[in-house]
Nanobody, 129 residues
């Protein structure tokens, strides 16, 4: 069983920044490919960014490229961050962190939610215009 806990959401003005954090606990020594997803009211959950278990590969949805950065903590191997800059009102959503234990890797790194096995409760991000 893996527990996933997000933090860092809030209310910010358009053009501002926020940093989300996600900590996943699981079997000692395990490293997971992880990702961020979001769901806006009335819309389906969508992929935002993913990062490989090593941190060496990342992938982003086109609408956030150049504005958002996903990274892994250097000390806590299953802690990731999402630095969000130049936020827009359309970024408003509940943001979820997810962990893939079983893969397959190509599906997971591409951001297919079906490849993720454990999900956090979500954290609200609201961008005011």
């Amino acid at each position: 069983q893996v527990q996933v806990v997000e933090s860092g959401g809030g209310l910010v003005a358009a053009g501002g920044s926020l940093r989300l954090s996600c900590a996943a606990s699981g079997r000692a020594g395990s490293r997971y490919t992880m990702g961020w997803f979001r769901q806006a009211p009335g819309k389906e959950r969508e992929f935002v960014a993913t990062i490989s278990w090593s941190g060496g590969e990342t992938n982003y949805q086109d609408s956030v490229k150049g504005r958002f950065t996903i990274s892994r903590d250097s000390a806590e191997v299953n802690t990731i961050y999402l630095q969000m800059n130049s936020l827009k009102p359309e970024d408003t959503a509940v943001y979820y962190c997810a962990v893939s234990v079983y893969g397959p890797y190509q599906t997971v790194i591409a951001g297919d939610p079906r490849g993720y096995d454990y999900w956090g409760q979500g954290t609200q991000v609201t961008v005011a215009s």
